[in-house]
């Protein structure tokens, strides 16, 4: 595997059920994040992940709640989510917080809450 | 509270014709970064520019950074239909590790 990976590509989900993402990359890179992209809003950045450790959540509701193990590894735990929460699931990487060699983005999870 | 500004929203242009997608910011930000998004794809990374007066060049697309006026340019020359896709803009607000998105610009090059 090369690159920035996500699984599952896609998720249907009920209201009641909990789920995670998974996101692995595999560029040795430091930096981690979680975005939210939903139809006709901007992307969201929800969390960033800097050596493991979170260094930003953007008023992301608790329902989200991630993990990252190591610098290679990035969930996100899904419980008692809403319909509104349906969007495109989207993991980056970078080798620094803010480096400017940019982002590498994963191919995302398409998540649909009934 | 950094927002940022895309126009236009949508494009429709013809193959070989010229132009230009703007992106405003509302705060000083550290650098400013263009993607191109696929329909059902992931985000590309096109161009980083970290100074007032940067211009980079990648075949037909070339971006330009005004610090001075928290403007960033996307031409495009010579549309071709390959560059069918939708472009984001991206700045970091100084001091911070936030990424802030524009809203996209959805551009269809017609045959």
């Known amino acids: 595997e090369t690159g920035v990976t996500q699984t599952p590509r896609h998720l249907v989900m009920g209201m009641t059920n909990k789920k995670s993402l998974k996101c692995e990359q595999h560029l040795g890179h430091n930096a981690m994040y979680w975005y939210k992209q939903s139809a006709k809003k901007p992307l969201e950045l929800m969390f960033v992940y800097n050596f493991k450790e979170q260094t930003e959540n953007n008023s992301v509701p608790s329902r989200f709640s991630p993990e990252c193990p190591n610098s290679s590894h990035l969930f996100l735990h899904l419980h008692t989510l809403q319909p509104e929460d349906s969007a495109l699931y989207l993991c980056a990487s970078s080798q620094d917080q803010g480096d400017v060699e940019t982002q590498y983005f994963g191919p995302g999870t398409r998540l649909l809450v009934l | 509270e950094l927002k940022v500004e895309q126009n236009p929203l949508f494009l429709s242009m013809q193959e070989g014709k010229n132009y230009t997608i703007y992106c405003n910011y509302s705060?000083?930000?550290?650098?400013l970064y263009w993607y191109r998004q696929d329909p059902g794809k992931s985000l590309e990374s096109l161009f980083v520019l970290l100074s007032n007066g940067a211009v980079k060049q990648e075949g037909r697309l070339m971006a330009s950074l005004d610090t001075k006026a928290r403007l960033s340019t996307l031409h495009i020359t010579a549309a071709v239909h390959d560059l069918s896709a939708t472009y984001f803009c991206?700045?970091?607000?100084?001091?911070?590790?936030?990424?802030?998105f524009g809203t996209g610009t959805r551009l269809k090059v017609l045959a």
């Open positions: 991206a700045v970091v607000a100084s001091g911070t590790y936030k990424y802030i």
């Open positions: 705060t000083t930000s550290d650098r």
